[in-house]
């Protein structure tokens, strides 16, 4: 008989309660059947999904389910699975693979392929600040934990997590390095200059500034918070077959800022082939 979603969220709270810390007073949880409770009485109740809200104040996200289920479309027909593949022999090498958490993991697919599509064990847990996306990514609650969550004030206790996972996700280096363990791994994918550049070259067809692209900030804030221990550039083009243009349009936030006729020339203009340029960092804490 297949469990409900709630299920197994209790079955990975089971093996993660001994890492997860209550984000009000950082004291330890006890796990109840309706979902936690810390030393000091704050509750933190399973949804019907088998979800917790964890962000203690109100907070929103601009990913909706619209735009995050465009996005899974593209990232199941294989979008990423280069970088999949990278990120994969990364965790593998690393021994024993303990907890990997993958914050920022919008609606889930990025781990759930890293899961089953690698002999990658330990346990896994996912968090967004998007509710919507979350909801999503319990589609997948027999691979992973999900939740909704705050990077500047992640559920964890001190050196819990063995890998963070921080795939096209805002960072905050403070709070990683308090939550990762000694030896353990950063590994943040950020986008290079030609990263989608079609999109971008259609959505701002009439800004020519707005095609220029450039994370270098995002990558010397890295360096400087994070001991470097590896980096790859990955670059390729992924093909992009005529039913699926519409969710590659809508599957990134690029279309938020562009003028109603850029939009119109977008939808006009199918192109073959999207560029994937990304780079790949994997660091440990000073």
Known sequence: MLKKKKEYAIDHLKTTVGAIACPKCHS???????????????????????????????????YDHQMLEHRRNMIQKGLYQPI??????IILN?????????????EGSILERLIRNNDISGTKMGFDLSKDGVVLASDFSKEAFWFIGDVTNMPFKDESVDTLLNIFSPSHY?????VLKKEGLVIKVIPEENYLKELRELFYYDEQAKQQY????????????????????ITYHFVVEKEDF?????????????????????????????????????????
């Open 246 to 286: 519409q969710d590659v349009l809508m599957m990134s936030p690029m279309h938020w800022g562009a003028s109603i006729q850029a939009k119109e020339h977008a939808r006009d203009n199918y192109f073959q082939k999207l560029t994937i340029d990304v780079k790949i960092l994997v660091g440990k804490k000073y």
């Open 174 to 178: 403070e709070e990683m390095g308090r």
């Open 214 to 233: 450039s994370n270098e900030k995002v990558y010397q804030k890295f360096l400087k918070d994070m001991q470097l221990i590896e980096e790859k550039r």
């Open 84 to 89: 999949e593949k990278e990120i994969a022999r």
């Open 94 to 106: 690393q021994g024993e693979i303990g907890l990997i958490v993958d914050m920022g993991a919008g």
């Open 28 to 62: 330890a949880f006890d796990l109840l059947d309706n979902g936690l409770v810390c030393q000091n009485n704050h509750h933190f109740d399973l949804s019907k999904k088998g979800t917790i809200h964890f962000p203690l104040h109100h907070m929103e996200s601009d």
